[in-house]
């Protein structure tokens, strides 16, 4: 009887909320439409598995959104100043939680892996079996607190570029020892590079919660519930998985 009172009143509390994005002004929303097979231009169309799980969430709920692609450190500054009001997927730290309300539930949950050039045989276990070596990062990108603590130790070198596809071109060439990604992103780009000499470890360094969050410039927080439902709701219903399929062959 209690739990029926809970979700009762949970559901109550949700269709109080629902009414609250009726007559809003069109949001303004960001991406860097660059990390395929989660967000990339197709045809001149922004698609992807964020793209599409982000859409079908909006459409549920009736809210207009201008969606556009900027570089992801240009996304962060604007979202900071209230330029935007939401982007995503951003991984959640102390810094950006000053200045954006982050969703609860993840929009993507992503497995960062290392790729390295064949005949490199390097093992990866802990971040101590990659000392000395030079790793390829975007600008931007965060990782987990383990790893920025080893670059500030000096343990290995980081070096940054705005554009992915540029790492693994470095990395295709021996410029870089070894380039972090999501692991499906990095899968997608050595298909469309048609970059045979490049695979990833079998270790990954982390699995790690990215959200979609709300510039808290523009007051937006009463959203996040919202959109913590409807991402839930996805993949309890199954329209998740079956955006996942659409982008990621069996």
Known sequence: MKFATVIAGLLLFYLMLVPSVQGMEKLKCATSGNFSPLNFMQDKRLVGIDVDQFKQATQRLNLAVDLIVLPFTRILIQMEEGALDCMFSAFKTPEREVYMDFSSVPIHVSSLVFFEKEGSNITFNTLEDIKGLTVGLVRGFKTSAEFDDAVDQGLFKVEFVSDI???????????????????????NILKRLNLANISPLPNPLIAQPAYLTFSKKSDLSHLVPLFDHELTKAKQDGSYQKIIDRYIAK
């Open 165 to 187: 596809e540029q790492n693994f071109q470095k990395l295709s060439f021996g410029r870089l020892d070894l380039v972090l990604v999501n692991g499906h992103v990095g899968g």
